[in-house]
């Protein structure tokens, strides 16, 4: 019953951090930037954000401006959200769809015949 309130609080988060996103004037937030999945502890007391940048090698200066804005984005969640306490951000770089696209284009570059359907068996 807990995991599905830290799972509901997980899905709050996210979708307040990502409107806040659009917010920030920092030069070094902009572009396509998307909060694929927040990670909260049970305890409320610190969350994970992982965050995904188109491109990849702004990432770093991203997570920079991202760890500068932490303290505006905790209060800003903390007013939105009516939770006893507002967790500390913590953000970490999401590099799962650069790791799923080179898999799949691994397996594109297989070469595995077809088998032949069977049409005569019916």
Known sequence: MASNRIGRINEEIQKVLSEDL???????????????????????????????????????????????AAGFLRRDLGTKLQLRYTPELIFVEDDSIERGSRIFDLLNSLDIPEEESDESAE
């Open 22 to 68: 659009r917010t920030l004037k920092d030069p070094r937030i902009q572009g396509l930037i998307s909060i694929t999945e927040v990670d909260t502890t049970g305890d409320l007391r610190y969350a994970k954000v992982y965050v995904s940048v188109l491109e990849k090698d702004r990432s770093k200066d991203v997570l920079k401006g991202l760890k500068s």
